[in-house]
């Protein structure tokens, strides 16, 4: 067994997602950076069994992922070819200023999957403050030509929902959301971005596959009397999504 053969199989173990899953993510990442380039016949199932140090039926799973997703066709007796690319429209970049966190993006539409009253806030990260006594919560799904790139859980505090136009829940960032009201003054506003893996839930509402990269992202706006008024928990696409900083 080759050096490659063990360094891959020792990090396939480290992982409690799926072999197969980790493999369609390697292949994936192969056909993104060109090394398995459109056109090309990629390794054989047995090739790939040897070069990845796992059973032939878990690279024949990952290669039905990549089917699924268009990325390669299948043809008896020739074999496996690269189909297309994911393409490289990074259709949300996450802002990191307060300006541009009021911008909703171009194009993009937002649908409310639930919207639920007088809840309690959870958990989140970040320093800690106060609380509403209660809040309300809209599980929002962002998508652009029909693909959705963003799940976002927004908790507003129930106290300035009434200064909140319901159309605009639909239509605004969760962000603009509150900093359209005259009245509400904000001491502290700030994101957390926290990379990670998509579950179930997450893999369904996004029409990802489980285990998939996501960025979790935590925006936190806290009122001039301490207490925080909005929570927005969003999780992005990881092959979506970009940061830039701007550093000087």
Known sequence: MSKETNSTAELLKKSAVSRYLQLASLFRQRIDSGEWAVGERIPTVMELAEQCGVA???IRQA???LEKDGLI???RAKG???KARKPKDLWCEVNTDWSGMLMARTDAQIEILEDRRNVDLPSHEGPLYATAPSYRHLRRRHARDGAAFL???VYIDERLCPYIPEEAY???????LVADIPSLEIRDARQIVTVGIADLSVATELDIAIGDPVARVDRIVVSQQGEIVLLARGIYRGDMMRIEVKLR
């Open 56 to 58: 032939s039926m878990t």
């Open 63 to 65: 290669l039905d992922q």
């Open 73 to 75: 066709e299948r043809f």
């Open 80 to 82: 496996t070819f690269v």
């Open 151 to 153: 799940l976002a859980d």
């Open 170 to 176: 639909s239509h605004l960032t969760a962000m603009r």
